[in-house]
């Protein structure tokens, strides 16, 4: 039940610069998405959601994006910090509570 | 204000036992979500609990099943282990009606099963 893919496993970014995190899927029947980090011996933490019906949500230095036709999603982080290093995950479902997950993203960031 | 939290947070069983996880729900939150994460994957969902009823369930054998108590805290049970249920096992609570249907769930830092 792949419906969700997060195909880069990881991502290495300098310390200031932008992180752009992608996400693709395939059940075009979800009508939310939403994105967790992950620190190591921790449990998710909610980062930020977007609904289906809109194509942006800024929240302080994080925006997704969701682009409807192409079933794609980002994450952008502006700046980015050494604390972002973490696994972030992208997560969807539909008019139900299981959250469908992709697999990680894992972003270091360099100082 | 404690967050979900879990127990224990590692476990070592041998294949072919039973094992029982716990979960306390954070405060005002009624209901309770597990999910199993394998090595190198996303999380799975397995079932959820409200009103101490199973409301919904993920794509795993009943092997896999669980309580929920009047408290909300809740249970996973897992029967006949194998290898393959070695993972980290992570509850997720949310208030039915609430933001979390939003603004995502409550997780608590999962308890880590080897099964050997």
């Known amino acids: 039940d792949q419906q969700v893919k997060q195909n880069s496993p990881s991502l290495s970014v300098q310390e200031g610069r932008i992180s752009i995190l992608n996400c693709d899927y395939t059940?075009?029947?979800?009508?939310?998405f939403l994105w967790y980090k992950k620190y190591p011996a921790e449990g998710p933490t909610f980062l930020i959601s977007?609904?289906?019906?809109?194509d942006k949500n800024e929240d302080g230095r994080f925006t997704v994006f969701l682009n409807k036709s192409a079933k794609h999603l980002s994450l952008h982080i502006v700046p980015s910090q050494p604390g972002d290093s973490a696994v972030y995950f992208c997560?969807?479902?539909?008019?139900?509570?299981?959250?469908?997950f992709g697999a990680g993203t894992t972003v270091t960031v360099r100082a | 204000d404690a967050g979900v939290t879990q127990s224990p947070t590692h476990l070592i069983k041998t294949r072919g036992q039973q094992v029982t996880l716990r979960c306390s729900p954070k405060?005002?939150?009624?209901?309770v979500s597990w999910y199993q994460q394998a090595l190198g994957q996303g999380p799975q969902f397995i079932f959820q609990?409200?009103?101490?009823?199973?409301?919904q369930r993920g794509n795993f054998p009943d092997r896999f099943s669980g309580h929920q108590f009047p408290n909300y805290s809740s249970e996973l049970n897992v029967n006949a282990l194998l290898l393959g249920d070695s993972a980290l096992y992570l509850c997720?609570?949310?208030?039915?009606?609430?933001?979390?249907?939003?603004?995502?769930?409550?997780f608590g830092s999962g308890t880590r099963l080897t099964v050997v």
């Open positions: 997720a609570s949310s208030l039915e009606g609430g933001s979390g249907r939003y603004y995502g769930y409550t």
């Open positions: 059940n075009s029947m979800f009508d939310y």
């Open positions: 977007i609904s289906s019906i809109k």
């Open positions: 997560a969807a479902r539909f008019n139900d509570y299981k959250l469908s």
């Open positions: 405060s005002g939150h009624d209901t």
């Open positions: 609990y409200y009103e101490e009823e199973e409301r």
